[in-house]
């Protein structure tokens, strides 16, 4: 069984509501909504140390309840928590910040793929994709693409 991997270690959590009912029709992205977030502490140019947490924060994801996941080193992160805590975290134009907090990791566990692929899958796998590349499929082409898609097997 393969070693558990660890998601978003170290991550925070914004959670963001808008500011008025019908900003909710919109639905900007979690990447508009992260880069809105960066730009709006930027400017915080009277703390220096905040205007620097937030050059060095990295998008790690978006849920559908509006939840900002980012990333950054320890220091930068524990800048963000007390600028929350100081209320002086800056939220995204249109939206409110309604709640910080520190993401556990998630683990998730691989699981491992067989040795063994079925000769039929792979062959109706590669003539489809030769037939949306239009390309034609000769025996010749079939054993070239075979042995581009599966380096290290036998063709």
Not at 114 to 128: D, K, N, S
Request: one cysteine or more; glycine letters at 6%.
């Amino acid at each position: 069984m393969a070693r558990p991997v660890q998601l978003a270690p170290g991550s925070l959590a914004l959670v963001l509501s808008p500011r008025e009912a019908g900003q909710a029709a919109g639905k900007p992205g979690g990447r508009a909504l992260f880069r809105a977030f960066r730009r709006a502490n930027a400017r915080c140019f009277w703390n220096a140390s905040l205007v620097r947490a937030a050059s060095r924060l990295a998008f790690v994801g978006w849920l559908q309840r509006r939840v900002l996941l980012v990333r950054a080193p320890q220091p930068c992160v524990q800048v963000l928590r007390d600028a929350w805590r100081r209320r002086a975290l800056r939220s995204p134009r249109g939206f409110r910040i309604t709640a910080v907090g520190d993401v556990f990791p998630v683990q998730m566990s691989p699981i491992a793929q067989c040795q063994f692929v079925p000769l039929a899958e792979v062959l109706c796998c590669t003539i489809a994709d030769m037939n949306a590349g239009q390309v034609a499929v000769t025996q010749e082409s079939l054993l070239e693409h075979l042995v581009k898609l599966y380096p290290g097997h036998r063709v």
